[in-house]
């Protein structure tokens, strides 16, 4: 027992179970003796469940809001609609039925089995367009899209009547085979089941992150786009599931069977819970089953005459959208990360029965790697008009630490961008030379993508921080050595939780990273580049915002992870103290140019650098 | 030929209507960065109000035009200051979400206040109106829609260009501290975002409500759905996109209508919508984009 | 005119700014040099009220003004030229200017106008130009007219020198020097310490949020142990530490 809690997945399971029971059981307790209304409500609110589950699917992992996911959910309630009734009935609902649809009846198994992967093909073409229109956390183009999508579907459900039966929809009665809520269940813990080992895993994590912060995933090696395709294609099929059921259940479809007051309905279900987590989106379709019985109850009281009778017009229907519509709106002002933000039933079962953490072996100087170096040569940059790089450049192995310096608008941060992707040069080259067993190996990077420069063994960090905010701190790392273990392969590296006690973060690494003051947070972002096990780290202004003691600190705490990751350090800083302390050798650009290189001792003597740092006052005749 | 003129206009007067919603859409999203989902109430409750002007009041169609607009104006102020102003600089989801809860909080006051059934009332009796210039067939509403969005346009053009209130807006939407630096006060311009916006809506209110001569919880809803589609296909934010958005849209629905063969006229706006979510596929930043680098 | 007293600004659990103290008095030009990092911009941004202080006092013309917002603050009388400058590209050079005078009545606004034509004849070539496409001697100019067209009793500036050409900077300093003779009242902030020594009254140095020294400008300049803070260089990291002014 012990050890299934504290396996990963056997823990991930037990809690899907453990949630699961919690939904039926107090659904069953609520039924049982009650009227048959109140079965009808359990059903629904189980249902519903599986809905909200396919929506946390996509919304959860990638934050793109989707407005679309009703627009599924109606191709596939019409799609077992349609091949689920009987041919006779068809011929009286929907004659013209294209397609030879009209001579076509299946059993409600295969029926909605068909539907799934009719609308699952649907989902591959909307997520294809997606990931092109480049889809990433709160972009709008996105929700327009999934949108336009709801609406399509509507607007063809209620004119092409041939297909749909127009507004009135196609009503049906199927005979046998569904008619047990036994299919709920194994629909709902396949559901729940699917989602959480999903959260958990490789493709599901990195989408997290690139829903954290899209650029820093980028630059970390993550393509968000596969990531969002694989939930979306999970999404669409859960929900389409969902769907085939409530028509079932229903007995019907029509246009308003899934449109804007079920996209309500659902939405506010996920965000009252919490959209990133299981847990929270059973907890939010729970809750708000409740609040809703609890409203249409009181709206059904009949008050005669008395004092009740002023509260006649909030009993009025409507009351419930207005509950709907106020929780929605009272939750994104007040809480919009939900009630629960991503805590899961299995990280309380794993804390609970599972065995405690030793803590790692220290860290060890790896091995001295095989040599590379990086040619950055004559890079030019023009932004507009404005020259940001003339014919820069640099040459660094991995087997010291370069530093770039400059006045501020030198071109420094640019020269970091072209080299990882994120800036496109107008001109000049940049090579990474790797000692393969085959002899050197040229991989040219200078034009490929943000994830392609990371993967080839360059990981950055940023000027302005870019953490993985929702994430805990092992998170933050455990995505790099994600990235790491896929398009990294080689020997043994150290470890995630080795990297952590290095830094110092270890006795944190269960706390989220927006909540670590602003020097942890520095020491993260440079140890989760290390974790991407990478030929060079390249880091932007590594100690803006330390004191004096703290940027000292940094010193040994970059030459050490360098050391013991193997990799070759490049350094943009402003502080000379600690750019002296760290570099090997040093660059210095002004306006766009290099105009100095060597080591710390040379820049400090070099008249040019100087001059670019006083101004031309002191400089005289140098240029 | 003639056909192609006949759709046109047809497709102006359309989109005129599409294209104030639009520029309203684009106005609120150039100083807060919020698709407003809310927008489309502010239709909804002008409906109300011309019925309770043509119906309970009994009045004629001419009182209602004043009260329309004021209304419009009236509400959106009110939103913007019951739920806008509290969520202001979050996150793109949350203000999405927030304003989404609006437009369903508004449908379901009428729900519950005025029931869900529609509500007819008079319009005036030139909007069914037809003149034959040739074989022309032009409805006076067209004429009189297309005439009223030109002036209305270029009334909006000059408060954005001329006055201090549209520089202050322009500048707002397009770096919202460093107006703030100039001496602009948030509150202020971002209340009189709403009201333009507000104004823009009770224009197209007005000439939309002439012509269905309904009131219903949900009127607003596809008008604002083609407003919100309109801004979003001219580049979100930009106000002379916005409006060449909701033109292209209005013409682009009516040619459709006289291609699409037969039996597909019925879905001509699903055809509509499958080519917007296509055209953003291939260009997600819309007809009109103005780039802004990406601090790194 | 400007006093600040014991401004600590943080960004979340770091300051970056700690009790810092300077003055400006009318008619002076005051510069504000320190390496890179050392809190300067946001020492600006926080007097203009872009920021929140999380303790200190900012008091202008004896009025306490701390915690206004920026829009208030500019109605006081302080007016900031940001770093970057931060022109709205997509509207013309007069509009720019417009926006400046918002807070002014519509007469002096034009009076305010013709003034900067004539403080800076080259905008009025460029007048329905968009100011993105203004180049970086005419954006800086734009920048400053701008700010002073709300007739500010003080100027903030961050960095007028930033990402110009050299003979371009020479005139940004001219324009300093000039602006100066006038009497108007200014705090400037420049990483080209030198240079803006050259046209400053009094200047403070800060260093890792603190004041590290202060003086006239010119004895300052003369001071050899500040060369590693004009620059931010030092030969060994624990010279870092400075002589307290």
Not at chain 1, 415 to 440: D, I, M, R, W
Not at chain 2, 10 to 18: A, E, F, H, K, T
Not at chain 2, 256 to 277: C, H, K, N, Q
Not at chain 3, 151 to 173: N, Q, T, Y
Request: charged share 15%; glycine share 10%; hydrophobic share 50%.
């Amino acid at each position: 027992m012990q050890a299934l809690l504290s396996s990963r997945v056997g823990s991930q399971l037990a809690g899907s179970g453990v949630l699961f029971a919690v939904l039926v059981l107090g659904g069953l307790a609520y039924a049982s003796g009650g009227a048959p209304a109140r079965d009808i409500l359990v059903t629904q609110m189980l249902i519903n469940a599986i809905m909200v589950i396919g929506l946390q699917i996509y919304i959860g992992n990638t934050g793109v809001l989707s407005f679309g996911h009703m627009g599924f959910a109606a191709i596939s309630g019409y799609a077992f609609a349609l091949l689920a009734t009987t041919v006779e009935r068809k011929a009286r609902i929907v004659p013209d039925v294209p397609l030879g649809l009209d001579s076509v009846s299946l059993n409600p198994l295969a029926a909605a089995a068909t539907a799934v992967v009719v609308t699952v093909v649907v989902g591959l073409v909307v997520g294809l367009g997606l990931a092109r229109s480049g889809a990433k956390s709160g972009a709008v183009a996105a929700t327009v899209i999934t949108l336009a999508l709801l609406f399509m579907v509507h607007e063809v459900g209620g004119a092409y009547a041939d297909l749909t039966g127009g507004r009135n929809g196609i009503s049906f009665s199927v005979g046998r085979g569904l008619d047990s809520r036994l299919w709920i269940y194994v629909a709902l813990i396949a559901a729940i089941v699917v989602a959480r080992l999903f959260k958990s895993s490789r493709i599901g994590r990195l989408a997290q992150a690139a829903r954290e912060d899209d650029l820093a995933a980028r630059a970390m090696g993550i393509s968000p786009a596969r990531g969002q395709m694989v939930a979306l294609v999970l999404s669409v099929a859960v929900v389409s599931v969902a769907a085939s059921l409530r028509v079932f259940q229903l007995g019907t479809v029509a246009p308003s069977t899934f449109f804007f007051d079920y996209t309500l309905l659902t939405l506010v279900m996920l965000i009252v819970g919490g959209r990133n987590s299981i847990a929270g989106s059973v907890l939010g379709v729970a809750l708000m089953t409740v609040v809703d019985e609890t409203t249409r109850h009181l709206a059904d009281v009949e008050i005669d005459g008395g004092p009740a009778e002023a509260l006649d017009i909030v009993l009025r229907p409507g009351l419930t959208d207005i509950v709907l519509g106020g929780s929605m709106l009272g939750f994104m002002i007040f809480r919009a990360r939900g009630l629960i933000e991503d805590w899961e039933i299995d990280h309380w079962l794993r804390r609970r029965f599972g065995r405690a953490e030793a803590v790692p072996e220290p860290l060890r100087a790896a091995p001295t790697p095989e040599e590379a170096q990086l040619s950055v040569v004559d890079i030019t940059v023009d932004f507009g008009g404005f020259r940001a790089l003339e014919k820069a450049g640099l040459e660094a192995s991995n087997l010291e630490v370069v530093g770039l310096i400059g006045p501020n608008g030198a071109g420094k941060t640019t020269l970091l961008n072209v080299v990882t992707g994120l800036v496109e040069a107008t001109g000049g080259s940049a090579t990474l030379t790797e000692q393969s067993a085959g002899g050197p190996e040229a991989c040219p990077i200078a034009g490929a993508q943000p994830f392609e420069v990371a993967r080839a063994g360059l990981a950055r960090t940023f000027q302005n921080l870019r953490l993985f905010p929702a994430l805990t701190v092992r998170e933050n790392v455990n995505i790099a050595a994600l990235v790491a273990s896929r398009h990294r392969p080689g020997g043994d590296r150290p470890s995630v939780e080795q990297l952590l006690v290095h830094a110092g973060l270890w006795e944190m690494r269960d706390r989220r990273a927006r909540e670590l003051d602003y020097g942890n947070a520095r020491r993260l972002e440079l140890v989760r580049a290390a974790a991407l096990s990478p030929v060079y780290i390249l880091l932007d202004e590594p100690t803006s915002g330390m004191s004096n003691v703290e940027s000292v600190d940094m010193i040994d705490e970059v030459r050490a992870l360098a050391a013991a990751v193997g990799a070759g350090v490049v350094v943009i800083d402003h502080d000379l103290a600690f750019i002296t302390g760290v570099c090997d050798r040093i660059y210095c650009l002004d306006q766009g140019r290099v105009i100095a290189a060597g080591t710390p001792e040379e820049i400090h003597a070099d008249p040019q650098v100087q001059a670019a740092y006083l101004g031309a006052a002191a400089a005289g005749p140098a240029g | 030929m003639i056909d192609l003129v006949q759709s046109l206009i047809d497709g102006l007067g359309r989109g005129s209507i599409y294209a104030l919603l639009a520029l309203g859409i684009a106005v609120i999203f150039g100083v807060m960065h919020m698709v407003n989902f809310a927008h489309g109430e502010l239709i909804t409750v002008s409906a109300y109000v011309a019925f309770a002007v043509g119906v309970t009041a009994g009045w004629g169609w001419w009182a209602a035009v004043p009260l329309v607009f004021c209304a419009a104006v009236g509400t959106s102020v009110a939103i913007e200051f019951i739920a806008f102003r509290w969520v202001r600089g979050s996150s793109d989801f949350t203000m999405l979400l927030t304003s989404f809860a609006v437009h369903f909080l508004v449908q379901a006051i009428f729900v519950m206040t005025m029931g869900a059934s529609v509500r007819s009332f008079p319009r005036p009796e030139w909007a069914d109106r037809v003149w034959s210039v040739g074989d022309l067939n032009i409805q006076v509403i067209d004429v009189a829609v297309i005439g009223a969005t030109a002036a209305t346009l270029a009334v909006t053009v000059y408060l954005l260009q001329r006055t201090m209130f549209g520089i202050s807006l322009r500048a707002a939407a397009e770096d919202f501290d460093a107006a703030r630096l100039m001496g602009v006060r948030s509150n202020k311009v971002i209340r009189r975002a709403f009201i333009l916006a507000g104004a823009l809506a009770g224009i197209a209110a007005i000439f939309f409500l002439m012509r269905t001569g309904q009131a219903r919880p949900t009127t607003g809803l596809s008008p604002l759905l083609k407003g919100i589609l309109a801004a979003i296909i001219g580049g979100l934010g930009n106000m002379r996109g916005a409006v060449y958005g909701g033109l292209l849209l209005g013409v682009s629905e009516v040619l459709l209508r006289s291609w699409l063969p037969e039996d597909l006229v019925g879905i001509t706006d699903g055809v509509v919508f499958a080519l917007i979510a296509l055209f953003f596929i291939f260009r997600p930043q819309g007809l009109v984009y103005v780039r802004s680098a990406e601090r790194v | 005119m400007l006093e600040v007293s014991g401004l600590t600004t943080r960004y979340g659990a770091i300051s970056a700014l700690r009790r810092v103290s300077l003055s400006v008095g009318a008619n002076e030009v005051v510069g504000l040099i320190g390496p890179n990092g050392a809190g300067k911009t946001t020492m600006l941004n926080t007097v203009a009220g872009l920021l929140r202080p999380a303790q200190g006092e900012v008091v202008l013309d004896g009025r306490p003004v701390t915690g206004y917002s920026p829009d208030r603050m500019l109605r006081s009388g302080l007016a900031l030229v940001p770093e970057h400058r931060r022109l709205f590209a997509q509207m013309t050079v007069v509009e720019n200017l417009r926006i400046g005078g918002v807070t002014v009545s519509a007469d002096e606004r034009a009076e305010r106008l013709d003034e900067m034509v004539e403080l800076f004849p080259v905008l009025k070539d460029k007048w329905a130009t968009a100011a993105g496409y203004l180049s970086g001697g005419e954006a800086q100019q734009l920048a400053i007219a701008r700010a002073l067209m709300s007739s500010p009793r003080i100027v903030l500036m961050d960095e007028p020198s930033l990402g110009l050409a050299p003979v371009l900077v020479d005139f940004v300093f001219d324009l300093i020097g000039r602006l100066r003779t006038e009497g108007r009242t200014m705090l400037v902030v420049e990483q080209n310490a030198t240079r803006l020594l050259d046209v400053a009254d009094r200047a403070y140095v800060l260093r890792t949020g603190e004041i590290a020294a202060q003086g006239r400008a010119s004895d300052l300049l003369a001071r050899e142990d500040l060369f590693d803070t004009f620059v931010g260089v030092s030969d060994r990291p624990d010279s870092s530490a400075l002589p307290q002014a």
